[in-house]
């Protein structure tokens, strides 16, 4: 069941409810694009993470085999992406065979229509949002709409599961070092109980020594 066949405020408000449900960004991810299918008819969808110039795909949900490695272009390689990050707006490329934005690569030679919707997260872009499909013009100014708002949710979706994510890195880490610190403690008092050992052992030694001189 699509957008067009329910009310959208209330798809997004289960999505979003679904989004936030899970912290685990292992399961974030997919349930991100697993959600947008709800939405928005598409063939190919990924989520891709800002990293400096680059755009690293986290997580990728298609109709086809995907067997290729995900590739991981600069922003200003590609007009399109570049455009959708620099507006901070949704862009759409109805015909990738007529639009001079789109540059064709390997394995994009299925899409025909493209949308890209940015990730914004504290008035900042972090990533974006692209979904495609085999058909021109498959994606009309509705389904732009529709991704910019799912946008704007799987944002904070992704910030919510990155900062616990972040969170449970430190406390993972001060466990670590906890752990760490309590076997130095024991490996020191191993240390001071040998050493109170061998010391012991010299002074009956000596004792010994002093009592046989005085015989």
């Known amino acids: 069941m699509h957008a067009g066949q329910r009310d959208l405020s209330e798809v997004l408000l289960g999505v979003a409810q679904t989004l936030t449900a899970n912290l685990d960004l292992s399961v974030v991810l997919p349930t991100i694009l697993d959600q947008l299918a709800y939405l928005v008819e598409y063939d190919s969808a990924s989520l891709m993470l800002l990293e400096g110039e680059w755009l690293r795909p986290v997580a990728r949900r298609s109709i086809f085999p995907i067997s290729s490695a995900p590739l991981t272009p600069q922003t200003h390689e590609l007009a399109h992406i570049q455009e959708a990050i620099t507006t901070r707006q949704p862009v759409l490329i109805e015909d ?83 752990a760490e610190l309590r076997q130095e403690r024991a490996r020191l008092a191993e240390r001071v109980a040998e050493q109170t050992s061998s010391l012991r052992a010299a002074n009956q030694e000596m004792a010994q020594a002093s009592r046989m001189k005085d015989e």
């Open 96 to 178: 990738t065979e007529h639009d001079p934005r789109w540059r064709m690569r390997s394995g994009s030679t299925t899409i025909r229509c493209w949308l890209g919707a940015p990730l914004i997260v504290h008035d900042r872009v972090v990533g974006l949002l692209n979904i495609s499909h085999h058909t021109p013009e498959h994606f009309d100014r509705t389904s732009v709409q529709t991704a910019g708002a799912f946008a704007a949710f799987a944002a904070i979706a992704l910030n919510n599961a990155a900062l616990h994510q972040q969170v449970q890195d430190e406390l993972n880490e001060r466990i670590r070092a906890e």
